[in-house]
């Protein structure tokens, strides 16, 4: 199709003089006897307008082309900020980059971007500093019915805030008040969903609808791809987070007890079986076992119930846990026998920890009774030479301390390689 863009100025402006000039011709060229005075009048009339429009038309022509041209340009601009958005940019950036735009495309400071909050199921307002938070709630209770309307897709216009009989008079009175005479809004459609919805505030009436429609529903269609991408991102990572919580808590679940909180008997196996690594492999690297065992727990099993019973295990192991530094291993070994290893620690410190957390024990406020514990203490590699025999050396002092009267703390003494024999016990009482 044919249109001025096809004209070059110049060409434009020959037009216009030529048809200013022809009549001024024709009068020079007639002769005297061919003219009449209303011919000459009319002639001169029409030249001389033409001289004086000439430059009225060229200057509304390049006022015409520089619109144009800006229009282009801002169409331009604001296409490349939405697409220049990558599948990694988040919301915010998103909802920041469309209002910046849309300032730009429709030469308005004042702009709202809705999206939908996937907590609430509603949607939430970001606009440009010039938008006040009353102007949003106002647009909210006019026009929010018109924007999630999946029924109509387009783009609409309402200049009709100052009527007589706005259902909304408030909010018609706040946006009067704040200069709003004309407000273009469009849904942001994926698929079948509305997925927001772009608002725009004009401050004048003077503009064709048409082409504000177009304009805005150019926006929200660039916006939909940009939103439908970020909403599936952030899904696909709180899915992820989802996942990885849900992993953590079963890799949790594997390595903890779910009635005292301690590591359970596989977890400490494979712990023990490290430290006796790192033992073997350097020098100095020694470590203890105490083994601990709660007295006469059966009995209290049978006289207060097995709820009692558990309280019992769960003080028990939140005692033994509040008494170690974060190097430590605490364990629920089975039953009612706990374990605990103590990195870089040989036989003479470790049984001052263990006679702390047997007074520890001993001075509980139980609801039922109260409890003791006896306990055992090995030391590797002094005493053995696999995570077995340490387990086993550490027993045998335990149940040393119990046929010697419960409630105390029993270390085994290494130079008979863990016979049990009596003379192989060192009973070391609170003196020591």
């Keep these: 199709m044919f249109t001025m863009k096809h004209v070059s100025m110049k060409q434009f402006v020959r037009f216009v003089y030529s048809l200013a000039i022809i009549p001024i011709l024709y009068i020079l060229i007639s002769t005297p006897s061919r003219l009449d005075w209303r011919i000459i009048v009319f002639a001169g009339v029409v030249g001389v307008s033409g001289l004086f429009i000439t430059p009225l038309l060229l200057r509304a022509y390049k006022d015409a082309s520089s619109r144009t041209d800006q229009l282009m340009n801002n169409v331009v601009r604001a296409t490349q900020m939405i697409s220049s958005l990558g599948l990694t940019s988040d919301q915010s950036e998103i909802v920041e980059t469309l209002i910046k735009a849309s300032s730009i495309l429709l030469n308005t400071d004042m702009v709202t971007v ?37 029924n109509n897709p387009h783009a609409w216009i309402a200049n009709d805030l100052v009527a007589k009989h706005c259902d909304e008079e408030i909010s018609c009175k706040i946006m009067t008040e704040h200069g709003i005479k004309l407000v273009a809004g469009c849904p942001i459609r994926f698929e079948h969903s509305i997925i927001g919805a772009i608002v725009c505030y004009f401050e004048s009436t003077i503009y064709e609808e048409e082409a504000l429609k177009n304009s805005v529903e150019i926006l929200a269609a660039q916006a ?26 079963l890799r949790l679940q594997v390595k903890v007890d779910g009635l005292t909180g301690l590591l359970n008997h596989r977890t400490f196996q494979q712990d023990l079986a490290e430290q006796c690594s790192k033992a073997m492999a350097k020098a100095g690297r020694q470590f203890c076992l105490i083994m601990a065992d709660v007295d006469h727990f059966k009995k209290y099993n049978d006289t ?34 706990f374990a605990i290893i103590l990195p870089r620690t040989d036989k003479r410190a470790a049984y001052l920890v263990a006679e702390k957390i047997r007074l520890a024990i001993a001075a509980l406020n139980l609801p039922e009774g109260n409890a003791t ?12 030479t696999t995570p077995g025999e340490l387990v086993e050396c550490a027993d045998k002092a335990l149940y040393r301390a119990k046929e010697l009267g419960r409630n105390q703390v029993f270390t085994w003494k290494s130079d008979t390689q863990c016979v049990g024999d009596e003379t192989d016990f060192i009973e070391r009482k609170d003196a020591a």
């Design 224 to 249: 939909s791809t940009a939103l439908a991408s970020s909403s599936f991102k952030e899904e696909s990572d709180s899915r992820v987070d989802e996942l990885f919580d849900d992993n953590m808590e």
């Design 304 to 337: 207060y119930g097995h709820r009692q019973g558990d309280i019992v295990l769960q003080e028990v192991g939140s005692s033994i846990n509040s008494l170690l530094r974060s190097s430590n291993t605490a364990a629920r070994y089975g039953g009612e026998e």
């Design 373 to 384: 514990i006896s306990v055992g203490v090995a030391e590797f590699p002094l005493d053995a």
């Design 114 to 150: 809705f999206t939908m909050n996937p907590v609430t199921c509603h949607f939430d307002p970001s606009s440009s500093s010039q938008v006040t938070e009353q102007m949003e709630k106002s647009i909210d209770r006019l026009y929010m019915a018109r924007l999630t309307d999946r």
